[in-house]
Every structure is written in structure tokens, then in C-alpha cells.
């Protein structure tokens, strides 16, 4: 089982950068593909980005390409989605989940944390 809370959410200017944290429970964190996704207002869960369990390859929806970097600190059990020139359309709760690496669809999430990009 693995636990994953998130935070680093807030409000935030457009233009403006956030950076959020995962963090894990259990010794298997390096295992798992981690991922992060968002849900706006009205709107259905959405793939963000996603890295492999050693980091060194990632994928990013392609609405935030360029402005969104996601990364991962094993050694701490942490992944982080740095958030950048960052858009109205930005807003949304923002869920960790890691994944089998062999498999697209995420094992486990986290609770979310609101993201708020004011105009």
C-alpha cells in the first residue's frame, strides 16, 4: 500500500510559479512511475505529467509543455511538479499517483491540492 499526500498548493498570480510536492510512504517509492493530474471546475481528471521510476524520462500533457516540470528525489520519497508562467486555465485540484511502470493507469493517488491562478 502506498500512501501519497500532497501540498504546495495555493493562489497564485497568472504568470506567476508554484511548485508542488508528493510525498510518499513506504521503501518501494523508486518502483513506481509517478504522475501528476488535474481536475478543474466542472471538468474530468486530466493527465499532466509523468516521470519513470528513475527520472529519467518524462511526459507532459501538451497544454502545459514547456511551463511544467516534473521531476523525483528518491532518496526522499518525493516528486515534484514545478508550475510555471502559469495560466488561469491552470486552475484545478492537482492529484499525485503512482503507477506500475509497465502500465499507464495509476495504483494509488493522493487527496489533492487546489491550485488557483488568478487573472
Known amino acids: 500500500q502506498v500512501q501519497l499526500v500532497e501540498s504546495g498548493g495555493g493562489l497564485v498570480q497568472a504568470g506567476g510559479s508554484l511548485r508542488l510536492s508528493c510525498a510518499a510512504s513506504?521503501?518501494?517509492?523508486?518502483?513506481?512511475?509517478m504522475a501528476w493530474y488535474c481536475q478543474g471546475p466542472g471538468k474530468e481528471r486530466e493527465f499532466v505529467a509523468r516521470i519513470s521510476t528513475s527520472g529519467i524520462n518524462t511526459r507532459y500533457a501538451d497544454s502545459v509543455k514547456g511551463r511544467f516540470t516534473i521531476s523525483r528525489d528518491n532518496a526522499k520519497n518525493t516528486v515534484y511538479l514545478r508550475m510555471n508562467s502559469m495560466k488561469p486555465e491552470d486552475t484545478a485540484v492537482y492529484y499525485c499517483a503512482s503507477s506500475d511502470p509497465l502500465v499507464s493507469t495509476p495504483s494509488y493517488w493522493g487527496q489533492g491540492t487546489q491550485v488557483t491562478v488568478s487573472s
Open positions: 513506504g521503501p518501494t517509492f523508486s518502483r513506481y512511475a
